[in-house]
């Protein structure tokens, strides 16, 4: 088991653009979350999908979205791309969604917005 | 609000010694409280969470709610602890929703 996976590894955008930012998650799991890590801070949450729904998110505009398969992989769409997008972005896979259910997190994907 | 306080962005010491980094949170409920590892050019990792009270590559942290802290601590720094280390938490009984700290970097020197 590759574990999480995410691609691309690294992108760059320039200002207005959209981006699509891809998520498998972990062999057996069904819950996948979205994290925006800016430089210098902790993972900041954006968005949980279960069941092909969103089920909570965090305090970002309606410039991101995701989307969840039947397959459990998700993306994550920005429109309209700022500077200030500029971060890694992690993807969390788990099982289920109450809390204790530990998420395990993929490499990333660098975006960088020029 | 939720938030999660780690006031140090670096701490560095030498092999052998005491480490505690420190982990302040705010939430009016009961929280669950994890430790987050990042070694160099690794993902994200669970290093331990206080439900299990486990301790793990022998890095032990007790909550404390009157204080509302989650220290991590070890009696003996290795080199291989180098990393960057984050708190988190989540609300228990709700999603398993992360709100994490801005992280600690332990430096181990030789």
């Known amino acids: 088991d590759a574990g999480v996976t995410q691609s691309p590894t690294h992108l760059i955008k320039t200002r207005g653009q959209q981006v699509t930012l891809r998520c498998s998650p972990k062999?057996?799991?069904?819950?996948v979350s979205w994290y925006q890590q800016a430089l210098g801070q902790g993972p900041q949450f954006i968005f949980q999908?279960?069941?092909?729904?969103?089920?909570q998110r965090g305090n970002f505009p309606d410039r991101f979205s995701g989307h969840q398969f039947p397959n459990y992989s998700s993306e994550l769409n920005v429109n309209a791309l700022l500077l200030g997008d500029s971060a890694l972005y992690l993807c969390?896979?788990?099982?289920?969604?109450?809390?204790?259910?530990?998420?395990?997190f993929g490499p990333g994907t660098r975006l960088t917005v020029l | 609000a939720q938030r999660v306080t780690q006031p140090e962005k670096l701490l560095s010491v030498f092999k052998g010694a005491p480490v505690e980094l420190k982990c302040n949170y705010s939430?009016?409920?009961?929280?669950?409280l994890f430790w987050y590892v990042q070694y160099s050019r690794q993902r994200l990792q669970l290093l331990l969470r206080?439900?299990s009270r486990e301790s793990i590559k022998g890095f032990t942290a007790d909550l404390n709610k009157g204080e509302t802290s989650f220290h991590l601590k070890k009696p003996f720094a290795q080199e291989e602890d180098s990393a960057m280390y984050y708190c988190?938490?989540?609300?228990?009984?709700?999603?398993?929703?992360?709100?994490f700290g801005t992280g600690t970097l332990l430096a181990v020197q030789p």
């Open positions: 939430y009016s409920g009961s929280p669950e």
């Open positions: 969390a896979s788990s099982l289920g969604v109450p809390s204790g259910h530990e998420q395990f």
């Open positions: 999908y279960y069941e092909e729904e969103e089920r």
């Open positions: 206080h439900i």
């Open positions: 988190a938490l989540s609300v228990y009984g709700a999603t398993n929703k992360l709100i």
């Open positions: 062999s057996g799991h069904d819950t």
